[in-house]
T-cell receptor, first 114, second 113 residues
Framework: ETGVTQSPTHLIKTRGQQVTLRCSSQ?????VSWYQQALGQGPQFIFQ???????GRGNFPPRFSGLQFPNYSSELNVNALELDDSALYLC?????????????FGPGTRLTVL | AQSVTQLGSHVSVSEGALVLLRCNYS??????LFWYVQYPNQGLQLLLK??????LVKGINGFEAEFKKSETSFHLTKPSAHMSDAAEYFC???????????FGTGTRLLVSP
């Protein structure tokens, strides 16, 4: 069984640029969530996708957007990067069923904005 | 709204000593509770979860946690610490249905020889 994978591992961008992060869900999972983890903090929920549609969003501005593809892989796009966007971005996949809220996390992408 | 509070940003123990990491939750619906571990430069690994079945939950690596509704707590324990337990530990809560996880700020466990 293949776990959750993310690419790239590390990324350096400059302020104002745009970035795309990618995630491949664990086999059999149909839901993907994205989290931002700033240094020294717990992960913060960005949004979740279920069957290719956004299924919930945290307190993040619209310049954070996402996609989920038919094979349940996903992208996180961030436009107009700001210094505070520097963080570890975590993707988590799960199989949508009530009472089974177990999310499996990938290793993350560390984004540095200069 | 749901939230968790982890008491103590750092906990230090000696190898072989009891590990106790504290987590208190707030939830307007019956909560599902989780403990995750994060090793340096890695993602999150699920240690254990409470989903309204048994209140004493056993997880991986010898960890366990007890759900106490009266105290709104879900503390993580391990009888005997090992050097390999040194990591960051996060408590998280979610409700049924929508699967947004709300995390605490984390507790760094330091294990000395």
């Amino acid at each position: 069984e293949t776990g959750v994978t993310q690419s790239p591992t590390h990324l350096i961008k400059t302020r104002g640029q745009q970035v795309t992060l990618r995630c491949s869900s664990q086999s059999g999972h149909n839901t993907v969530s994205w989290y931002q983890q700033a240094l020294g903090q717990g992960p913060q929920f960005i949004f979740q996708y279920y069957r290719e549609e956004e299924n919930g969003r945290g307190n993040f501005p619209p310049r954070f957007s996402g996609l989920q593809f038919p094979n349940y892989s996903s992208e996180l796009n961030v436009n107009a990067l700001e210094l505070d966007d520097s963080a570890l971005y975590l993707c988590a996949s799960s199989y949508w069923t009530s009472g089974k809220n177990e999310q499996f996390f990938g290793p993350g992408t560390r984004l540095t904005v200069l | 709204a749901q939230s968790v509070t982890q008491l103590g940003s750092h906990v230090s123990v000696s190898e072989g000593a009891l590990v106790l990491l504290r987590c208190n939750y707030s939830s307007s619906v019956p909560p599902y509770l989780f403990w995750y571990v994060q090793y340096p430069n890695q993602g999150l690994q699920l240690l254990l979860k409470y989903t309204s079945a048994a209140t004493l939950v056993k997880g991986i690596n010898g960890f366990e946690a007890e759900f106490k509704k009266s105290e709104t707590s879900f503390h993580l324990t391990k009888p005997s610490a090992h050097m390999s337990d040194a990591a960051e530990y996060f408590c998280a809560v979610t409700g049924t249905g929508f699967q947004k996880l709300v995390f605490g700020t984390g507790t760094r466990l330091l294990v000395s020889p």
